[in-house]
């Protein structure tokens, strides 16, 4: 009587390896990432043919009535206090300086827009681009 050997198995592969890549690309993709804040309220940009891309990080919302929008402030003149306040300091002479970006809605009125413009040194700002839309 001839009894058949136990196959031997093949060890099971070990998914440890793939779960630590895994979580190290988690971690990655999180440190690197930039999460931006919700807008305050949507605006619909003016259309324009340049695709230049905005260079400043802080944006200030104009909708279509002329209210403001920084951050969680919505509004009107307490939005540039608050837009002010958040201006990070820039010792004598400063450097060139990141720009405000104005999102301002396509249907805003050009003298709201002017009249925004007039009062943007007053809250500290020194250089601004409107952000367009390519269409």
């Known amino acids: 009587m001839r009894l058949a050997q136990p196959q031997k198995r093949q060890p099971a592969e070990s998914i440890i390896p793939m779960i630590n890549v895994v979580f190290l690309l988690l971690i990655f993709f999180l440190m690197t990432a930039q999460i931006a804040p919700p ?12 695709d230049a891309r905005p260079e400043g990080e802080m944006v200030l919302h104009v909708d279509a009535e002329g209210r403001y929008g920084f951050r969680e402030h919505a509004g009107g003149d307490e939005v540039l206090a608050a837009l002010k306040a958040a201006m990070p300091p820039c010792p004598e002479p400063c450097a060139a300086p990141a720009p405000l970006q104005i999102r301002v809605d396509a ?8 009249a925004l413009m007039a009062k943007l040194p007053e809250a500290g700002i020194r250089r601004a681009e409107i952000v367009t839309a390519v269409r």
Not at 39 to 50: C, G, K, L
Not at 107 to 114: D, E, H
Request: avoid cysteine.
């Open 107 to 114: 249907g805003l009125p050009a003298p709201k827009l002017a």
């Open 39 to 50: 807008a305050p309220f949507e605006v619909d940009p003016p259309a324009s043919e340049s």
